[in-house]
């Protein structure tokens, strides 16, 4: 579903994605963690091309991604993106928020596009916030309006870049749980996160990044009980040891 292949990323002088080649069949969950600084945001963004690479391909769904244009706008629709951020529009009340891809991008006509939009709501639990604007919502309930959002495009693929990150602690949990519920759904997710509890119990795999290159890419039970390298130890120490 998601295939990178020699893909090379500078900023400058910083060689921030380092020689990456990766498959992610789908359905998997796969839970990207690492030191800041590692690129793992920056893995996230290039599968959409919202960062260009320097070098390399990225295929979604056996479609090499092209570097601008209309080609890209359809491929990069099947591809969801929430980020740490909830990048809602403030103007437009939740239900509209939700709608807008669909009716925009996908031309889906407006009644169906708001009953869509409801449903993907009570599925995210906001249901009954449709009609408010984003700033009367908690921020637990802002990213899952961003998630009913990236659902409502039927997209082939998620990505979550430090979806909770911004969140207070007692919000986190309300958004992995829609985020869990859809991995057991068979959603094929790219999950950039520092909850581990998240990552062991819902990731079917997990890649560690440092200095731009996959390290460890295995099962989550492995990576947790037995990192084969030095950089996973050390870093999972001074994780996992508070």
Do not use: W
């Amino acid at each position: 579903m998601i295939s990178l292949t020699d893909v090379q990323k500078h900023f400058g002088k910083l060689h921030v994605l380092r020689d990456i080649n990766l498959e992610i069949p789908r359905g998997q969950v796969v839970i990207v963690i690492g030191p800041s600084g590692s690129g793992k945001s920056t893995l996230c963004r290039a599968i959409n091309r919202l960062e260009p690479i320097d070098s390399g391909i990225v295929a979604i769904d056996g479609k090499p991604l092209p570097a601008e244009g209309k080609a890209l706008a359809a491929l990069r629709a099947d591809v969801g993106m929430v980020f740490q951020s909830f990048n809602l529009f403030s103007h437009k009340t939740v239900v509209e928020n939700v709608m807008l891809g669909p009716t925009k991008v996908r031309k889906v006509p407006r009644a169906k596009a708001h009953s869509r939009a409801l449903e993907l709501l009570e599925r995210v639990g906001v249901a009954s916030q449709a009609d408010k604007y984003p700033a009367a919502l908690s921020g637990g309930q802002q990213q899952r309006v961003a998630i009913a959002r990236a659902l409502a495009m039927d997209p082939k693929v998620m990505l979550f870049d430090e979806p909770t990150s911004a969140l207070d602690p007692e919000m986190v949990n309300e958004v992995l749980d829609v985020m869990t519920a859809l991995a057991k759904g068979g959603m094929t997710m790219v999950v950039v996160t520092h909850e581990m509890g998240f990552a062991r119990h819902a990731g079917d795999r997990v890649l560690f990044m440092a200095d731009g290159q996959i390290l460890e890419d295995t099962e989550p039970a492995t990576f947790f009980a037995n990192p084969a390298t030095e950089r996973a130890r050390d870093f999972l120490g001074k994780i996992l040891g508070h």
